[in-house]
């Protein structure tokens, strides 16, 4: 059950994109689309941002994306704002287990 | 609202036990897979143990044989007894609901805090 591999940190200016990569073995996407993406701000739970790969749950912006290629999973935030500086998870469910990435800080410079 | 409230954090010395339970409210709890997620400060996400509607039951290997997950649908309730407890497992930890067909954390509570230290 080892860990998703994730970029510790990326950075971006207001408006600009960002993505963040998500790397993991067979045996952890499987040939499902089993991955999904989580924000959280400093001192907040996590939040749901995106599901099944690319489904963004009712509410979350559009600038949110998500997609996935082999076994690396990518979140792209495009047009980024101040509000968007957290730390971001991927996750993935195997059968038995779920297995986080190990997280991502987002800085808006 | 749908609502997850977390309870029964607090310190506890190496070796004790605990019982954590999660309070669900605002949708039909009976129908929906849980899970406990913690988070030591300052680190990551780590998924602890899962329970289906039908009371299947999951665990991380770093929990295994320590910990149990259950649930009282009567109640409304998820509860993780904790044995054994090391200082590794100090964490907040969250209750979290599995999403009807999405594979995903769609609703967290705000998480209690379970300190093991002497």
């Known amino acids: 059950q080892s860990a998703l591999t994730q970029p510790p940190s990326v950075s971006g200016s207001p408006g600009q994109s960002v993505t963040i990569s998500c790397t993991g073995t067979s045996s952890d996407f499987g040939s499902y689309n089993r991955v999904s993406w989580y924000q959280q701000p400093p001192g907040t739970a996590p939040k749901l941002i995106i599901y099944?790969?690319?489904n963004r749950p009712s509410g979350v912006p559009d600038r949110f994306s998500g997609s996935k290629s082999g076994n690396t999973a990518s979140l792209t935030i495009s047009g980024l704002q101040a509000e968007d500086e957290a730390d971001y998870y991927c996750t993935s469910y195997t059968s038995i287990s779920v297995v986080f990435g190990g997280g991502t800080k987002l800085t808006v410079l | 609202e749908v609502q997850l409230v977390e309870s029964g954090g607090g310190l506890v010395q190496p070796g004790g036990s605990l019982r954590l339970s999660c309070a669900a409210s605002g949708f039909t709890f009976s129908s929906y897979d849980m899970h406990w997620v913690r988070q030591a400060t300052g680190k990551g996400l780590e998924w602890v143990s899962a329970?289906?509607?039908?009371?299947?039951?999951y665990y991380s290997d770093s929990v295994k044989g320590r910990f149990t997950i259950s649930r009282e649908n009567a109640k409304n309730s998820l509860y993780l007894q904790m044995n054994s407890l090391r200082a590794g497992d100090t964490a907040v930890y969250y209750c979290a609901r599995e999403g009807s067909g999405t594979d995903a954390f769609d609703i967290w509570g705000q998480g209690t805090m379970v300190t093991v230290s002497s």
């Open positions: 329970i289906g509607n039908a009371g299947d039951k």
């Open positions: 099944e790969v690319s």
